[in-house]
T-cell receptor
């Protein structure tokens, strides 16, 4: 079975500072994808960044980057130069290469303080 | 707690048939979400309930889709009539309140042929 754990229910960061959200997962499979989704007050789920497990290079999307440690099964999200609009719930998710089955963490509520 | 329970896990149906997806949220949670996940559109919010009342259903694609939450422990998402483009994985999630962590079910994989 696959599980995803986000151990930080809430976090806050000062505007323009950097924050790291933690995510660990458990799987016996070798081929999978990892995702970070942002859920703003609209409650839509917006894809922030995605990582293929076979790639050693950490994914980066503008101010968002990940630290993917496959051996440790860790997938943290770093947000640089935090902006007020980054305030949201962030979900870590996992999907095997085969099929559409997603596994979600329980989320981390991030507040960016002006 | 068994977590958010969705049924069925897989559903294959013929075009034109009615499909009902079910969700049992975690006891004590007062918010419930239905999401649809496709490769093309990613994860879309369909509807959001708070205290059994639909708060935001703007994501419901069209009149063929309807959702109900008759009580705090049960919700349904119905598609009638179903179409092949409805094929997707449908997720249900619940949480205790605004800003609280959310718990997702394992999803229902719907295939309309």
């Amino acid at each position: 079975a696959q599980t995803v754990t986000q151990s930080q229910p809430e976090m806050s960061v000062q505007e323009a500072e950097t924050v790291t959200l933690s995510c660990t997962y458990d799987t016996s499979e070798n081929n999978y994808y990892l995702f970070w989704y942002k859920q703003p007050p609209s409650r839509q789920m917006i894809l922030v960044i995605r990582q293929e497990a076979y790639k050693q290079q950490n994914a980066t999307e503008n101010r968002f980057s990940v630290n993917f440690q496959k051996a440790a099964k860790s997938f943290s999200l770093k947000i640089s130069d935090s902006q007020l609009g980054d305030t949201a719930m962030y979900f870590c998710a996992f999907r095997l290469n085969t099929g559409n089955q997603f596994y979600f963490g329980t989320g981390t509520s991030l507040t960016v303080i002006p | 707690d068994a977590g958010v329970i969705q049924s069925p896990r897989h559903e294959v149906t013929e075009m034109g048939q009615e499909v009902t997806l079910r969700c049992k949220p975690i006891s004590g949670h007062n918010s419930l979400f239905w999401y649809r996940q496709t490769m093309m559109r990613g994860l879309e919010l369909l509807i959001y309930f708070n205290n059994n009342v639909p708060i935001d259903d703007s994501g419901m694609p069209e009149d063929r889709f309807s959702a109900k939450m008759p009580n705090a422990s049960f919700s349904t998402l119905k598609i009638q009539p179903s179409e092949p483009r409805d094929s997707a994985v449908y997720f249900c999630a619940s949480r205790r309140g605004e800003g609280a962590q959310a718990f997702f079910g394992q999803g229902t994989r719907l295939t309309v042929v």
